[in-house]
């Protein structure tokens, strides 16, 4: 082969990359508009003053950019309680998940007991089984110990479906950890629960935070258990809240989407942080 | 014991309690504020079964499954192929995938429903401008194209985690393997069948039985959509046993549903168990 071939052949090849890096760069931005299209549609419709949203036809953008709907959607539909509601069952459901997460993967991480096999068994078996399924059996129950209506049925529902994810991921971070620092940290003297609280637990924070973050976005998100179980608006999380005000006779979509955009966004910016976690944690390890 | 009984205390009393009861109501006769009258022997599964709108519910049940899984996996491959390429953007493709995923499925549905909306809905709007339409068009309130618009929404929010579930298997794929598919002079397509594949495998099972099962459970969508109408011309059984349970005040029949939704459910649990590798964690 001559030079000018090799060079001809080097142009030709360049030309072609260019071309399949602009068509590959042109199908990803196609394709993720069409994934957050419906978030985008949202938007335009929460910028809406009032009078642009019985439009008809609908325009695709507001006539003016009302940016204060997301602050007067704290008065125009209560807002503010669904959130409140939404917080406190979210952060009790991280917090009690944790508390009873960590130890139990860190058991599992270190020691070979008895029922080990049953146990991963079941924990395994509660991620197949969404409260979906189980639903009147979850209402009945919750009759029982009068906590229908309550936020800490939802709370201890919510906890226990979501162990499954918080036991893998943290019993494969707490065996990522090598036993030998255990070891160490026990010939200095150290006790069995000092060695898990001042050693083990920090080494084991990123899966922690991981865990916390999950079991958090897990509990915003839901929306059957507290759709059945809370009937009073003093205690429904957002997700009920704003869907029984599409039942209305009037309903104000801007403030509903405004207050749904508020809802999601930190939501998405967690989920993007934990990303890396996820797949591993709802796969039970099966591929990463 | 008490590093894991917290753990076991919560699954056997939120998790194995409310199977346990489900099993036991289907049995019972039970009155409409909730009161357990006696045991019903099989009344309540015969009721159900004469339920005139189940074989309805089981067959669109069906379909619901099987169209948005295999479309959901159909699809899931080229997206995770494209989301692992290099290009620019590729980012914001990634970040893009996640939002149906992280955003509540409640809001999901409901902005797609007001879009859908015949009047005041963007969708409208859009036919009409590119001349496929002239009037309103009210997908939804149509049960002909109704059930059609939740499969696709269906799919749509199954894809982020079955493609990141692809994404994750392709990463683990060495490159050099990558690579010398095509360096044989493989074609992309034929390399992609011989070699990517099969070693895609395993994590395509298991993405397929894992998003079955959310699938099938799913229940935001249909309910905040349709609420499985109209009448019950879009129910699948979860939307139908809900239905039944908590507006038709018939606990014993819905539950009787909800039994036969549980061993569904479970055939696809030991078909996670055969396929994932929970052993791994358990020998050590």
Redesign the interface.
Known sequence: MTITQINKSRKKTSKNSRFKSITLSLTGITVAFLFIFPYVAMLSTALKPKSDITDMPPTYFPKSYEWGNFIKVFQEIPFGMYMRNTLIISIATMIIGIIVAVPAAYYVARNNFRLRTPFLLLVLVTQMFSPTSLLIGIYRELSIFNLVNTYQGLILVNVSFNLAFSVWILSSFFKSIPVEIEEAAFIDGASRFQTFRKISLPLAAPGIVTTAIFTFIAAWNEYVVAYTLASSPEKQPFSVGLSLLTGLYEVKWNFLFAGSLIAIIPIIILFISIEKYLVGGLTAGSVK | M???G???L??F???L??????FL?SFREISVS?LIKGWAGADNYRALLDNSDLSGTLKRTAIWLVVVVALTMALSLP?AQ?MN??????R??R??????????????A??????LDP????F??IL?DLRIADEPVDLLGDPRTSFIVLLAVGI?VS???TS??L???LQ?IPKEIMEASLVDGASAWKGYWAITFPLLR??FL??AV?NS?YVF????IIW?MTKGGPAYETDTT?TF??KV??RDQD?GQ??SL?VG??FV?LI??ML??K????K???Q?
């Open positions: 008490p590093w894991i917290p753990a076991l919560l699954i009393v939120f998790v309690w409310p199977v346990i009861e489900l109501v909730g997206l494209l390429a290099r290009f620019r953007g590729r914001f493709l970040y893009s995938v996640i939002v149906p995923w992280a955003a509540s499925l409640v809001i999901t409901t902005s797609w429903k007001w879009i009047y005041f809905g963007i409208t709007r009409v749509t894809l982020p985690f990141y579930v994404l994750a298997g683990a395993p994590a298991v993405a894992i099962v459970n799913s229940f935001p905040v979860t046993a809900y349970a908590f606990i819905s539950a909800a939704n549980f459910i696809f649990t996670f168990l396929l994932s590798k929970w791994e964690l358990d050590q």
